[in-house]
């Protein structure tokens, strides 16, 4: 359920609104970052303490739509013996981490005291299912099969166990987790840069045209992979099937994974 404005505890002064961006921010709640659809201060009037009407203006201040509004407590399909509670942050002093995508938990979390385990709200709520209309994605807890990141790079990811890992139903592409979060995060701040300079412009659709000129497109880089394997007679319908495919595993991760923001994720990295 979403609502167009809502009152949140972690930032009590201003109201939240509801509403969607194509650049990138970072979640005041969890730490991680997000795209699309999430709440925004938007400022407001506040009662003072000596009894008069205070105006301000808004606070650089997001939350993901899962960290704005979340459930008490949750179960999840990996994990039929855990019962997770929302917690705003971290409990005792020890370093933790997310068993999604194994980055720092360092913000809002679902944690499970039982077992101990911890889980990022947005990978909390990651879908069993992506399916774009061209590859149909199944979310594994683990799988030993060679990773898209590794097909790229031509380096190992390294990652066999803890990870979680989307899988095509075709079982030829292959994305941890872990490593869609760590493309994003190669790229951050050249898409952050960008992205704010191209929203002075004219819109979102003007905006990411811009942002396809200038920035190297997961598409992009299948292609110059599909010339390398060219003597092979490798099928670059293939790469681009294996590109949506990311895209739209990375938008997930975003926390928002709609068929809109796959299209501006593939601009952006």
Not at 93 to 122: I, M, Q, S, W
Not at 199 to 215: H, Q
Not at 257 to 264: F, N, R
Request: glycine share 10%; hydrophobic share 35%.
């Amino acid at each position: 359920m979403k609502y167009s404005e809502i009152s949140h505890f972690s930032h009590p002064h201003h109201v939240l609104k509801f509403e969607y961006s194509d650049a990138p921010f970072k979640c005041d709640g969890c730490n991680e970052a997000g795209i699309g659809s999430h709440y925004r201060c938007s400022g407001g009037a506040r009662d003072g303490l000596d009894g008069g009407r205070y105006y301000s203006s808004a606070c650089d201040f997001d939350l993901h739509t899962h960290c704005a509004i979340p459930q008490p407590s949750i179960m999840h399909p990996f994990y039929t013996k855990c019962s997770f509670q929302f917690m705003s942050r971290p409990p005792g002093e020890v370093a933790r981490y997310c068993n999604a995508c194994e980055k720092d938990v360092t913000g809002f979390l679902y944690h499970c005291k039982f077992c101990g385990f911890d889980l990022h709200p947005c990978c909390a709520k990651l879908p069993m299912l992506i399916n774009d209309g061209e590859i149909q994605l199944y979310l594994h807890k683990k799988d030993n099969a060679p990773c898209l990141r590794q097909k790229l790079t031509f380096n190992r990811c390294g990652r066999k166990v803890r990870s979680w890992i989307y899988r095509s139903s075709c079982n030829k592409y292959n994305l941890h987790v872990a490593c869609a979060k760590e493309m994003l995060a190669e790229n951050w701040h050249e898409i952050r840069r960008r992205s704010s300079r191209v929203r002075g412009g004219g819109g979102v659709y003007d905006g990411v045209r811009e942002l396809n000129a200038e920035i190297p497109s997961l598409k992009g880089s299948f292609q110059a992979l599909q010339i390398r394997k060219k003597g092979k007679g490798a099928s670059l319908k293939g790469f681009d099937i294996a590109a949506m495919g990311m895209q739209a595993i990375v938008s997930a991760v975003l926390g928002d994974p709609t068929a809109l923001i796959v299209g501006i994720i593939g601009a952006l990295i």
